[in-house]
């Protein structure tokens, strides 16, 4: 069976992102930072990138490079990344927050070119861009996909623009509104859902750095907030927040990368006086599913209809066998080009033009609700972390024979990285937990570690994670 969204397909321009988000300049506050003031209009931002983008090609960047860039939210970093992709390159985006090491890993998986100093842009009046490609690669994104593996995603021109075109469907998004930028850029749901969006649609973003509820908060009212994006962490800080400014004027709120808890959910609502909904998407597909303006009476616990001009199927994981509960496949004009040099990830990725998005899902009344999840990746605090990549540092440990990790299941943090050790000398839990977090960015850190006899595996030697959660459920 073949689910369909409720609205029709959209036409797709056959233009560049830049071109697309970019196409207005007026005298119209386009970013500002919540801390620093720093600001541009929609005419300096227009004006920037293009000089941006000559300067880069004075440079000698070209079709067929990647410059990175590696940064926190910011005005300048919307200067950047569309100054890169109307040079003709592609833009690699990547987590400030991992180590020297860690992004040296993906510059090289991405083939990154240069990076970009936002600080220091490089500036012409005279180069010559080259022609616009909406069939080339404007983006490359990174995700751990179904196997746990850090890719590169390839993202096209199109398949943005397609789901640019897709999201604004739903989300109204214009001129009157104000969206908080807190979620990272190098995110998709970031650089997606919020800044392209934001700015396609005419708003004001107001970036700021990650905080504290109360701060959080505050920076809402201060600057009249009009739609905010939540992920559960948020979510949590929020509803448990005792003082919240009145009459913040929210008209919509967002929650997304991993399912909230409907307690949560609604106490969180409940302080913000604003609908908080839902959304469904993945680095691969941008998002497939949304709550639209005019639908909010509908199930909050849902994840929405899918976006115009998606269909989804939902069957038995690893198949094509049709099934009530099951993974869901998703195709649709948003879909990516595939991982970068990966030709095995990206067929495996596939089946008959269908992405799978390795997530248990059912469906009910065209509504879709994510049940569990068929990858193994954990999600803390919304950010993703391989097992595959903790379990390798670990075995480096010379008391560690073996080990596995799962993601224990947080109030706060959504899941927390947790491991069960075989060990062959001696070590202690705060040993092994500081080894860890002296390779990895801070969210990736083992946070528990249990020690057993031994770790589970199938016949071929793959780790029956499932059997240590439910273990760890019992004990919890």
């Not at 179904?146 to 199109?158: C, E, F, I, P, Y």
């Not at 850029?185 to 109360?214: C, E, K, Q």
């Not at 927390?416 to 850190?445: H, I, Q, R, S, W």
Request: glycine fraction near 8%; hydrophobic fraction near 40%; proline fraction near 6%.
């Amino acid at each position: 069976m073949i689910y369909r969204s409720p609205l029709p397909a959209v036409v797709v321009p056959d233009t560049t992102v830049p071109a697309h988000v970019l196409g207005q300049r007026r005298d119209k506050l386009a970013l500002l930072d919540a801390v620093t003031g720093e600001s541009l209009t929609y005419d300096e931002l227009a004006t920037q990138v293009e000089r941006t983008a000559k300067g880069l090609v004075a440079q000698g960047i070209a079709p067929g490079d990647t410059v990175a860039v590696v940064s926190g939210n910011r005005p300048m970093y919307a200067v950047g990344l569309h100054a890169i992709m109307a040079a003709g390159a592609t833009a690699a985006l990547i987590n400030p927050l991992l180590t020297a090491t860690e992004i040296e890993r993906l510059k090289a998986l991405a083939k990154v070119t240069t990076t970009l100093d936002l600080d220091d842009l490089p500036a012409s009046d005279t180069a010559t861009l080259p022609p616009p490609d909406p069939r080339g690669i404007a983006a490359v994104l990174f995700s751990s996909g179904t196997t746990g593996l850090t890719k590169a995603v390839k993202l096209s021109h199109r398949a943005l623009v397609a789901n640019l075109e897709q999201q604004r469907q739903g989300w109204r998004i214009d001129e009157t509104d104000v969206l908080a930028a807190n979620l990272p850029f190098f995110h998709v749901y970031g650089f997606s859902i919020v800044l392209n969006s934001g700015l396609l649609g005419g708003a004001t973003l107001v970036t700021m750095p990650r905080s504290d509820a109360g701060t959080y908060l505050s920076r809402l009212a201060e600057h009249r907030v009009t739609r905010a994006f939540l992920v559960p962490p948020l979510a949590a800080a929020i509803a448990d927040q005792r003082e919240v400014p009145e009459n913040l004027g929210l008209k919509l709120v967002l929650c997304g990368a991993a399912p909230l808890d409907e307690g949560i959910r609604r106490e969180a609502e409940r302080k913000l006086g604003a609908p908080v909904r839902q959304g469904y998407g993945l680095t691969e597909a941008g998002g497939t599913h949304q709550t639209f303006d005019g639908d909010l009476d509908t199930d909050p616990a849902s994840v929405g209809v899918l976006s115009p001009g998606t269909e989804a199927r939902i069957v038995e994981p690893g198949t094509t066998t049709d099934t009530a509960v099951g993974e869901m496949l998703v195709r649709g004009p948003q879909l990516m080009d595939g991982y970068l040099d990966d030709e095995e990830a990206t067929r495996q990725a596939f089946v008959d033009g269908w992405l799978r998005t390795g997530d248990l899902v059912r469906v009910h009344n065209g509504r879709f609700y994510v049940v569990d999840r068929v990858k193994e990746m954990i999600k803390y605090k919304g950010y993703q972390v391989a097992p595959a990549e903790l379990e390798a540092l670990l075995r480096r440990h010379p008391a560690v024979r073996d080990a596995a990790v799962i993601g224990a299941p947080d109030r706060v943090n959504g899941e927390v990285p947790k491991a069960f050790v075989v060990t062959e000398g001696d070590v202690t839990a705060n040993e092994l937990m500081a080894f860890v977090a002296a390779e990895v960015a801070p969210f990736k850190k083992v946070r528990q570690v249990e020690f057993v006899e031994e770790i589970p595996k199938s016949v071929s030697g793959k780790i029956l994670r499932r059997l240590l959660k439910d273990a760890d459920e019992c004990e919890s």
